[in-house]
C-alpha cells in the first residue's frame, strides 16, 4: 500500500537542493511517485514534487482535475517558453508555505517534455492550470520556492511566521 510522505515546511534547507535527473526507471521509483500522489492527495494538493517529500530527484506527480481522479507523473520535466507567450497572473499556493497565497506571473505558452515511469519520452503544449503548476513543480526540483517572487519583506514575514509555529509543536 501507499505511504504517506512528510512534507517540508519552508524554511527548511533542504526545500533548497537541487534534484538529480532520473536515470533508473526501477521499482522504487514507481513507489515514490505512488507515495507522492497519496501523500498529495491527503493534502488536498494538486501538485507535488520529490523535493517537498525529502527526495531529490526530479519526480513531480499531478491532478489538477475537478473530481481528483486523474493522476499525472513526470519525470524529468523539462519546458522551454514559446515565442509568442504573454505573462498569465494566478493566484498559488504550496503545500510547503502553508497559509500563504500570492499573485505569481508566469509565462502562458510552453513546451512540455517529460518522461514516464518506463522512461519513455512525452511532449505537450499545456494550458492553463497545467501551465503554472509544472512551472511552479519544476521550480521545487530546482530548489526555488514562491517566496522567492515577492518582496524580501513578505518573505520574511512567512519565514517568521512558519518558524514560530514549527517552535510550537
Ligand atoms: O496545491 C497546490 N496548488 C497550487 C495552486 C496554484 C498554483 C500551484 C499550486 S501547486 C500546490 C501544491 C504544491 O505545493 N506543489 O508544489
Ligand atoms: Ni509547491
Known amino acids: 500500500?501507499?505511504?504517506?510522505?512528510?512534507?517540508l515546511i519552508f524554511p527548511d534547507p533542504r526545500l533548497r537542493k537541487v534534484a538529480k535527473k532520473v536515470?533508473?526507471?526501477d521499482k522504487s521509483?514507481?513507489?515514490?511517485?505512488?507515495?507522492m500522489l497519496k501523500t498529495m492527495?491527503?493534502?488536498?494538493?494538486?501538485?507535488?514534487?520529490?523535493?517537498?517529500?525529502?527526495f531529490h530527484v526530479r519526480?513531480?506527480?499531478?491532478?489538477?482535475?475537478?473530481?481528483r481522479n486523474d493522476p499525472k507523473i513526470f519525470v524529468n520535466p523539462m519546458y522551454q517558453v514559446l515565442d509568442n507567450y504573454k505573462l498569465y497572473e494566478f493566484e498559488e499556493g504550496c503545500l510547503s508555505i502553508p497559509g500563504f497565497n500570492e499573485?505569481?506571473?508566469r509565462p502562458d505558452k510552453i513546451e512540455l517534455t517529460w518522461q514516464d515511469l518506463t522512461g519513455k519520452e512525452h511532449k505537450d503544449y499545456?494550458?492553463?492550470?497545467?501551465?503554472?503548476c509544472i512551472q511552479h513543480e519544476i521550480d521545487h526540483l530546482d530548489g526555488k520556492l514562491?517566496?522567492?517572487?515577492?518582496?524580501?519583506?513578505?518573505?520574511?514575514?512567512v519565514r517568521k511566521r512558519l518558524l514560530k509555529e514549527l517552535n510550537r509543536k
Open 59 to 67: 519526480l513531480v506527480v499531478m491532478d489538477i482535475s475537478e473530481d
Open 103 to 105: 499573485i505569481i506571473s
Open 29 to 35: 521509483l514507481e513507489i515514490l511517485a505512488n507515495d
Open 41 to 54: 492527495y491527503e493534502a488536498n494538493g494538486i501538485g507535488l514534487a520529490a523535493t517537498q517529500v525529502d
Open 126 to 132: 499545456p494550458e492553463g492550470l497545467l501551465t503554472v
Open 146 to 157: 514562491m517566496v522567492d517572487y515577492v518582496s524580501a519583506l513578505k518573505r520574511d514575514r
Open 1 to 7: 500500500m501507499a505511504k504517506k510522505l512528510k512534507i
Open 23 to 25: 536515470i533508473k526507471f
